[in-house]
């Protein structure tokens, strides 16, 4: 079979592999560089989306974190002010209990007093009804003489008088 | 036995009477390149098929690292992205000249042991090169360069200007060329010499066994390991990186 040099340049050959060489570019360009270059721009791509995303997120539960502690300040603040006027509240009321206890038991001392008083003079009159009629008798058996109503009487009252004394 | 070293084989004559350009030839270095450039592309389309943004396979981690070695090898030598737009040719030249190299692995005859393939390479190199020079100083500029640092330079600057693509295109074809022609010379003095040995064993035997070139065996995968795997490897990627220094070297001025 025909060979050619061993050196020498062909100038066919010479022109094919030029173009050979460009057609390679544009295959390895096409087949190879594109497609990867485009995959590695999507997952920048979606890298960056990522840390947006991220950056998003925690701005976001920032936000939320803020608005929970001030809300929970706010609802400190009310349930001290709650207790506040509950204390005052309770304060007062117990001011008026005892205030109207107080009251209450002072009438009812001055009622008691009063019953008691009533009570005892009542009973000291009917004391004194009893113990005169009793010492009348008493006295008549005992003296077994009548003695004008007068005398007697004064004994009697004179006797009473005792008595109220003593008591 | 007579041991000849030879082209690459015409297969094909196709007579177009262009006085200088002469006939095509439709030679082994033309077929073995486009075999070469079917690989080349066959590979690439394998290793990009279904990419994915996440959770890459093997093959696209394999096609990604290619990708990144060959922008990082031009942009590590130019200092910068500025060349960004070379970055597929470089790896388009390298590739072939890698895969042209190394198919001689497989019997058939690299195309790279033809001169006329470094030629047109080194050709285009110094194209872009010159390219590069106007664009950074302008024609003038480019023209001045030449009688740089004194006017008496002239000539041997218009030398060296040349000797660029002349010596990256001998130099790639020369270590390829040469080892062909070691392969060659070690087959057949391996040959002979498995031959000359068994035929000391006498009768029939000695005679069918000595056809057999039992030495071809062994030793020249060794050297093939050299002239084939480093050597291929290592023009393929002084080719390659002559290519991105001129050029980077030229756009500087």
């Known amino acids: 079979m025909e060979t050619q040099q ?85 304060e007062s009321r117990s001011e008026q209990l005892l205030r109207a206890a107080e009251e209450q038991a002072k009438n009812l001392k001055t009622k008691a007093d009063q019953d008691i008083r009533q009570e005892r003079r009542k009973a000291l009159n009917e004391l004194k009804g009893e113990i005169g009629g009793i010492a009348m008798d008493i006295a008549g058996k005992v003296v077994e003489k009548e003695i004008d109503e007068k005398d007697h009487r004064s004994l009697i009252e004179d006797f009473l008088k005792n008595v109220e004394e003593a008591s | 036995m007579n041991f000849d070293i030879s082209g690459a084989k015409i297969f094909f004559r196709i007579p177009t009477g262009i006085p200088v350009l002469g006939d095509i030839l439709i030679t082994e270095t033309i ?68 895969v042209s190299n190394l198919i001689s692995l497989t019997g058939l005859r690299s195309p790279t042991a033809d001169l006329s393939v470094e030629a047109a390479w080194a050709v285009v190199v110094f194209i872009m090169i010159t ?50 022609v070691i392969n060659g010379l070690i087959y057949a003095a391996l040959a002979l010499a498995s031959s000359a040995i068994l035929h000391l064993i006498p009768g029939a035997a000695g ?12 030793l020249p995968a060794i050297l093939s390991f050299y002239f084939d795997w480093f ?12 290519t991105i220094m001129y050029i980077a070297n030229a756009a500087e001025g």
């Open chain 2, 31 to 98: 077929l073995v390149s486009w075999l070469v450039m079917a690989i080349i592309t066959g590979l690439c389309i394998f290793l990009t098929r279904n990419l994915k943004v996440e959770k890459i396979g093997k093959r696209q981690a394999v096609a990604e690292l290619l990708v990144e070695t060959a922008t990082n090898l031009v942009r590590s030598n130019t200092g910068g992205k500025r060349f960004d737009r070379m970055i597929p040719f470089v790896a388009a030249l390298f590739s072939t000249s890698v």
């Open chain 1, 6 to 90: 061993l050196v020498t340049i062909v100038p066919w050959t010479f022109i094919a592999t030029i173009l050979n060489l460009f057609l390679q570019l544009y295959l390895i360009k096409r087949f190879l560089f594109k497609p990867v270059q485009e995959v590695i721009r999507k997952r920048q791509e979606k890298a960056d989306q990522d840390i947006r995303a991220a950056e998003k997120a925690r701005e976001e539960a920032e936000s939320v974190r803020s608005e929970y502690e001030k809300n929970m300040a706010n609802a400190r603040a009310e349930a001290s002010s709650i207790i506040d006027r509950a204390k005052k509240d309770a």
């Open chain 2, 131 to 180: 390219a590069n020079k106007i664009k950074a100083g302008g024609v003038l500029g480019y023209l001045k360069g030449f009688t740089t640092p004194i006017f008496v330079m002239t000539p041997f600057n218009i030398l060296s200007e040349i000797a660029t693509p002349i010596s990256m295109a001998c130099r790639h074809f020369g270590n390829i060329l040469s080892g062909v």
């Open chain 2, 207 to 218: 005679q069918l066994l000595s056809q057999i070139p039992i030495l071809d065996v062994g």
């Open chain 2, 231 to 242: 050597s291929g490897i290592m023009q393929a990627f002084i080719f390659t990186m002559l």
